[in-house]
């Protein structure tokens, strides 16, 4: 059965430092991983990666898929206060087309 | 683009009653999901459309929920005899099929159901 593994479950974090959270999957065809972040309210799209290597960066963000290895990364760097979120992994399964989610990772980044 | 809006944004009801969700996706977005998130985990798939068209179903999903994209536009979610176990937040998303480097899933702010 499809399935995407997310660790930590959760996380605390001072400002300033860099975490780094992984997103493991086994799924039938895959298509393509995708990372958010949810704070509140809906999941809102952090990055798309279909290649393997191929990081993906925005400003303090960066992913990077393993398709060999079947997981993925999200890193941020200098984490601030507003960086607190669940952090949620899905992949594409291209069976299917359904997006199959992790439970996600809780950030909790103290000032 | 207005993003995709689902209404209403909270339900309460009590065990029993019948209640319908309304999801109204980015207008040129073929793919319509529904997904249940209860507290502490991710998204669960329940049920997708292209078009007008269910591709399928979560064989998790009681007979109790049934969903409709009638026009190809908007979605109906209904959950007959709701029941205390579902209690969650119903995220609907829509996407543009075949996905390419910019289109992955767009959701809306969820409804909250709570069956009381």
């Known amino acids: 059965e499809d399935k995407v593994v997310q660790s930590p479950l959760s996380l605390v974090v001072h400002e300033g430092d860099t975490v780094t959270l992984n997103c493991s999957y086994e799924?039938?065809?895959?298509?393509?991983l995708l990372w958010y972040k949810q704070e509140k309210k809906a999941p809102t799209f952090l990055f798309m990666l279909?290649?393997?290597?191929i990081e993906k960066k925005s400003g303090r963000l960066s992913s990077i898929l393993d398709k060999k290895e079947l997981f993925s990364i999200l890193n941020i760097t200098a984490t601030q206060t507003g960086d607190s979120a669940v952090y949620l992994c899905?992949?594409?399964?291209?069976?299917?087309?359904?997006?199959?989610f992790g439970t996600g990772t809780r950030l909790k980044v103290l000032a | 683009d207005t993003g995709v809006s689902q209404d209403p944004r909270h339900k309460i009801t009590k065990r029993g009653q019948n209640v319908t969700f309304r999801c109204d996706p980015i207008s040129e977005h073929n793919r319509l999901y529904w997904y249940r998130q209860t507290l502490g985990q991710g998204p669960e798939f329940l049920t997708y459309?292209?078009?007008?068209?269910?591709?399928?179903k979560s064989r998790l999903l009681s007979d109790r929920f049934s969903a409709e994209r009638p026009k190809g536009s908007f979605s109906t979610l209904e959950i007959q005899r709701t029941e205390q176990g579902d209690s969650a937040m119903y995220l609907c998303a829509s996407s543009l099929y075949p996905t390419g480097p910019n289109s992955p899933l767009h959701f809306g702010n969820g409804t909250r159901l709570t069956v009381t």
């Open positions: 799924v039938t065809n895959f298509r393509s």
């Open positions: 459309f292209q078009n007008e068209a269910q591709l399928e």
């Open positions: 899905a992949v594409e399964a291209g069976g299917t087309y359904k997006y199959i």
């Open positions: 279909t290649s393997s290597g």
